[in-house]
């Protein structure tokens, strides 16, 4: 069990994310999100009449293709449920995201472009995650090669990004010792 023991408890909100990377016929790649919300009871919505227990409150898709250099070729966003009516008409703004390369600043870059009234919350929440699997998705068809790595053993874009890559940490370290640099 990865977690404790909980004390009792009931279920209220289920949040499920699913997301996807396949590799394209056409040389192209496609990394799909989808977010799906759903509550334990039913209650009352205006417009929709109401929500019941199990019903998607939120069922959204998002789908980004990119080319090899992780540039955003095309983007598509749907929202099968939502609480308002006027939620889907945020969904055509996320082609704004055509043109952006995943990598350093880009959910910076992609805030500029659908941050506030402009986009959807729950739709920029799958950006981060989506972007990961981009990059899992990319490993997986290149290989582990990423961009030269530094004295760290650590290719650059993943350096001090987190706890694992921390260039004064022990996979530095190890990397350093099997290289000689640390002599």
Same mark, same amino acid.
């Given at each position: 069990? +990865?977690?404790? /023991?909980?004390?009792p408890?009931?279920?209220?909100?289920?949040?499920? #994310?699913?997301l996807r990377g396949?590799?394209?016929?056409d040389?192209?790649?496609?990394i799909?999100?989808r977010?799906?919300?759903?509550?334990? $009871?039913?209650w009352?919505?205006? @417009?929709?009449? =109401?929500?019941?227990?199990?019903?998607?409150?939120h @069922?959204m898709w998002?789908? &980004?293709?990119?080319d090899?250099d992780m540039? #955003?070729?095309?983007?598509? *966003?749907?929202? @099968?449920?939502? !609480?308002?009516?006027?939620?889907?008409g945020?969904?055509?703004?996320?082609?704004?995201? &055509?043109?952006l390369?995943? =990598?350093r600043g880009?959910?910076? *870059?992609a805030?500029?472009?659908?941050?506030?009234?402009?986009?959807?919350?729950?739709?920029?929440e799958? %950006?981060? +995650?989506?972007?990961? &699997?981009?990059?899992?998705t990319?490993t997986?068809?290149?290989g +582990?090669?990423l +961009? *030269?790595?530094?004295?760290?053993? #650590?290719? !650059?874009a993943?350096?001090n990004?987190?706890v694992a $890559?921390d260039?004064?940490? !022990? %996979?530095?370290?190890r990397? /350093?010792?099997k290289?000689?640099?640390g002599?």
């Amino acid at each position: 069990m +990865p977690l404790s /023991r909980a004390t009792p408890r009931k279920l209220s909100h289920l949040r499920d #994310i699913q997301l996807r990377g396949y590799e394209r016929e056409d040389g192209l790649f496609d990394i799909e999100a989808r977010m799906t919300d759903t509550k334990t $009871y039913s209650w009352g919505n205006q @417009d929709r009449g =109401g929500i019941s227990a199990g019903e998607a409150l939120h @069922d959204m898709w998002i789908r &980004v293709t990119l080319d090899h250099d992780m540039v #955003i070729q095309a983007c598509e *966003a749907a929202m @099968d449920s939502t !609480p308002y009516n006027v939620c889907p008409g945020a969904a055509p703004n996320f082609q704004r995201l &055509v043109g952006l390369t995943i =990598g350093r600043g880009f959910i910076k *870059a992609a805030m500029q472009r659908l941050g506030g009234v402009e986009g959807c919350t729950h739709l920029r929440e799958l %950006l981060q +995650p989506l972007a990961t &699997v981009a990059f899992q998705t990319m490993t997986s068809v290149r290989g +582990p090669a990423l +961009p *030269a790595e530094n004295s760290q053993g #650590i290719p !650059p874009a993943l350096l001090n990004s987190c706890v694992a $890559y921390d260039e004064a940490g !022990p %996979l530095a370290a190890r990397a /350093r010792e099997k290289s000689g640099a640390g002599n």
